[in-house]
């Protein structure tokens, strides 16, 4: 509104000045949806009426040019009474923690904890900070937190519309750019009428974006959009690849029917994303399934010779192809879609794509987790072989293959993703192991407690607090997000352990601390002004000291 036609002639003739250009009220009233009686009748009174009409209207989220107002009619229907409790108290806070982007959620997840909403007058404001959000989170806390009024406010207003829409429901024709990118199954039933001219105009990144926005939507459609760009001649292999990323986690079997076939694309580029969404998904399907026969027969248990001092034992033989054929090149085992980074050498390539891609069930018949891990390998493969099966782990969020992973204490690539996936005892003794040496390897002491869910147990948190004198021989930048993040979500109360720990830091140390002291004290305040609100508590009044007595020192 700010940028419309009105607008701009009142800039216009407000710069000039009244008596040199004189306003169209008429006009002005016409185009703003009133009576032009309600104009006052001085020229420069008319254009600061006119002004202020056109501000509400874009606090409003109204434009009269895309809705067409009739003077004789309302401009849209009011707002629904609120259902959740109303608390004026708390906008205080959101104009105190605006500019502190980390703290802010913190401020409306526990007003949705408490069932509470902002006022009217900030709902704007809220909005606002919610959609410069990059992902999704903060935009459904600031719907949540402005009610049934933030709820009808976003749907009159295209700035919020489609965030409106992704978070509520309120549209679900609107696009979903925050949404995964993934096509899904089990759909609802389909309706008629969907446009599908951004489909069929727009570029490729609008094409996209419309494909996930109607797979929110309209799965049943989107399926069969996709179908028809992947099996007909017409559409670009750009295009191909895209949808086939969007298949890899959708949970309908048409979309393993359409990787599968996508396999024999006419472009390598689709048939690697074919490959590489295929065997990054964690339900069976036939392209696990030829891989880990592929698995097991390149990688066999068999019996140690004779040790000098004890028997034999069991040992993993890597035996890697000497050649692949057709079915293999199918599965495109001779290109480099699985990017695996560390893996050097065709044969190596190939081993690890197959035990990679095949599921973890496939090792059963050859020993437990605990077993395999620690099972000896030939020439040299154990890496290979343990960097596959951390990959594989990753993708199947398996705790038991996890935690004899970690186990090892091996450094194998990707192996701290795994501590997600953790038994919590496993989790914590890798953590406090790693805390121990934190001196001499710091960064795998960063790499564990960034994995590890908060809050930390007390014999977690005083195993870091005994460290922070080995943290300061490195540069206090390396431990800015660990400190941040302890800020966040440790208990308010565990601000004291941290300053005890201040004296004799170096000053780039102290001041690390010191902001996540004050965090934590902020989060004390916070909840207690959160807990007053919930109950209907007022802020107590500011007060100011009173002056000292005469005659004493100040």
Same mark, same amino acid.
């Given at each position: 509104?700010?940028?419309?036609?009105?607008?701009?002639?009142?800039?216009?003739?407000?710069?000039?000045?009244?008596?040199?250009?004189?306003?169209? /009220? $008429?006009?002005? &009233?016409?185009?703003?949806?009133?009576?032009?009686?309600?104009? @006052?009748?001085?020229?420069?009174?008319?254009?600061?009426?006119?002004?202020?009409?056109?501000?509400?209207?874009?606090?409003?989220?109204?434009?009269?040019?895309?809705?067409?107002?009739?003077?004789?009619?309302?401009? =849209?229907?009011?707002?629904?009474?609120?259902?959740?409790?109303?608390?004026?108290?708390?906008?205080?806070?959101?104009?105190?923690?605006?500019?502190?982007?980390?703290?802010?959620?913190?401020?409306?997840?526990?007003?949705?904890?408490?069932?509470?909403? #902002?006022?009217?007058?900030?709902?704007?404001?809220?909005?606002?900070?919610?959609?410069?959000?990059?992902?999704?989170?903060?935009?459904?806390?600031?719907?949540?937190?402005?009610?049934?009024?933030?709820?009808?406010?976003?749907?009159?207003?295209?700035?919020?519309?489609?965030?409106?829409?992704?978070?509520?429901?309120?549209?679900?024709?609107?696009?979903?750019?925050?949404?995964?990118?993934?096509?899904?199954?089990?759909?609802?039933?389909?309706?008629?009428?969907?446009?599908?001219?951004?489909?069929?105009?727009?570029?490729?990144?609008?094409?996209?974006?419309?494909? *996930?926005?109607?797979?929110?939507?309209?799965?049943?459609?989107?399926?069969?959009?996709?179908?028809?760009?992947?099996?007909?001649?017409?559409?670009?292999?750009?295009?191909?690849?895209?949808?086939?990323?969007?298949?890899?986690?959708?949970?309908?079997?048409?979309?393993?029917? +359409?990787?599968?076939?996508?396999?024999?694309?006419?472009?390598?580029?689709?048939?690697?994303? &074919?490959?590489?969404?295929?065997?990054?998904?964690?339900?069976?399907?036939? #392209? *696990?399934?030829?891989?880990?026969?592929?698995?097991?027969?390149?990688?066999?248990?068999?019996? $140690?010779?004779?040790?000098?001092?004890?028997?034999?034992?069991?040992?993993?033989?890597?035996?890697?192809?000497?050649?692949?054929?057709?079915?293999?090149?199918?599965?495109?085992?001779?290109?480099?879609?699985?990017?695996?980074?560390?893996?050097?050498?065709? @044969?190596?390539?190939?081993?690890?794509? @197959?035990?990679?891609?095949?599921?973890?069930?496939?090792?059963?018949?050859?020993?437990?987790?605990?077993?395999? =891990?620690?099972?000896?390998?030939?020439?040299?493969?154990?890496?290979?072989?343990?960097?596959?099966? =951390?990959?594989?782990?990753?993708?199947?969020?398996?705790?038991?293959?996890?935690?004899?992973? =970690?186990?090892?204490?091996?450094?194998?690539?990707?192996?701290?993703?795994?501590?997600?996936?953790?038994?919590?005892?496993?989790?914590?003794?890798?953590?406090?192991?790693? +805390?121990?040496?934190?001196?001499? *390897?710091?960064?795998?002491?960063?790499?564990?407690?960034?994995?590890?869910?908060?809050?930390? $147990?007390?014999?977690?948190?005083?195993? #870091?607090?005994?460290?922070?004198? &080995?943290?300061?021989?490195?540069?206090?930048?390396?431990?800015?997000?660990?400190? /941040?993040?302890?800020?966040?979500?440790?208990?308010?109360?565990?601000?004291?352990?941290?300053?005890?720990?201040?004296?004799?830091?170096?000053?780039?140390?102290?001041?690390?601390?010191?902001?996540?002291?004050?965090?934590?004290?902020?989060?004390?305040?916070?909840?207690?002004?959160?807990?007053? /609100?919930?109950?209907?508590?007022?802020?107590?009044?500011?007060?100011?000291?009173?002056?000292?007595?005469?005659?004493?020192?100040?």
């Amino acid at each position: 509104m700010s940028n419309g036609p009105v607008w701009q002639e009142l800039v216009a003739i407000a710069v000039p000045g009244t008596a040199r250009r004189e306003p169209a /009220a $008429s006009a002005w &009233a016409d185009e703003l949806g009133v009576d032009v009686s309600t104009f @006052a009748a001085e020229a420069p009174q008319q254009v600061l009426a006119a002004a202020a009409l056109a501000t509400a209207g874009r606090r409003a989220g109204v434009t009269p040019e895309s809705i067409g107002l009739q003077p004789d009619r309302e401009i =849209v229907d009011p707002a629904p009474p609120e259902s959740l409790t109303v608390a004026p108290t708390l906008a205080r806070w959101f104009d105190l923690l605006v500019g502190e982007r980390s703290l802010l959620p913190v401020l409306l997840t526990g007003m949705v904890e408490r069932g509470l909403v #902002f006022p009217a007058r900030i709902v704007p404001d809220v909005l606002d900070h919610g959609i410069r959000d990059p992902g999704a989170r903060l935009t459904e806390l600031a719907l949540a937190t402005t009610g049934r009024r933030g709820a009808w406010l976003a749907a009159q207003d295209e700035r919020w519309r489609r965030y409106a829409a992704l978070a509520t429901g309120l549209g679900a024709e609107a696009e979903a750019p925050s949404r995964p990118p993934t096509l899904s199954g089990n759909p609802p039933s389909e309706v008629d009428g969907l446009d599908d001219r951004a489909w069929r105009e727009g570029d490729l990144a609008t094409r996209i974006a419309w494909l *996930q926005g109607v797979a929110v939507s309209h799965p049943t459609t989107a399926m069969q959009v996709a179908r028809a760009a992947l099996t007909g001649r017409g559409e670009s292999a750009d295009l191909r690849e895209r949808i086939v990323a969007l298949l890899a986690g959708a949970p309908a079997p048409e979309a393993v029917e +359409l990787l599968e076939a996508a396999l024999d694309d006419r472009a390598a580029g689709v048939r690697r994303a &074919a490959a590489r969404a295929l065997a990054g998904r964690r339900d069976p399907s036939p #392209f *696990q399934q030829r891989m880990a026969e592929r698995a097991l027969t390149w990688v066999q248990r068999s019996s $140690s010779p004779r040790k000098l001092f004890g028997g034999g034992g069991a040992l993993l033989v890597v035996d890697p192809p000497d050649g692949l054929g057709d079915a293999e090149r199918r599965d495109q085992l001779d290109t480099e879609w699985h990017a695996h980074g560390t893996v050097r050498g065709d @044969a190596a390539r190939h081993v690890h794509a @197959a035990v990679a891609a095949a599921p973890l069930s496939t090792w059963a018949a050859l020993g437990t987790p605990e077993q395999l =891990v620690l099972m000896p390998v030939s020439e040299g493969w154990a890496q290979l072989l343990h960097q596959a099966w =951390v990959r594989r782990t990753l993708v199947e969020g398996d705790a038991r293959w996890a935690d004899a992973l =970690v186990s090892t204490g091996a450094t194998t690539p990707g192996l701290a993703g795994l501590l997600a996936w953790c038994s919590p005892l496993v989790r914590e003794e890798v953590v406090l192991r790693r +805390l121990a040496i934190v001196a001499g *390897q710091p960064e795998l002491a960063v790499e564990a407690l960034d994995h590890l869910p908060h809050p930390w $147990s007390p014999r977690v948190w005083r195993a #870091f607090l005994d460290a922070i004198p &080995a943290m300061t021989v490195g540069p206090p930048h390396r431990w800015a997000g660990t400190f /941040a993040r302890t800020a966040l979500d440790e208990p308010p109360e565990r601000a004291a352990d941290l300053t005890a720990r201040l004296p004799g830091l170096p000053h780039a140390w102290a001041a690390l601390l010191q902001r996540s002291i004050e965090s934590l004290h902020l989060r004390a305040e916070l909840r207690q002004a959160l807990d007053a /609100a919930a109950r209907g508590i007022p802020d107590p009044p500011e007060t100011t000291a009173p002056p000292p007595p005469e005659g004493d020192s100040p």
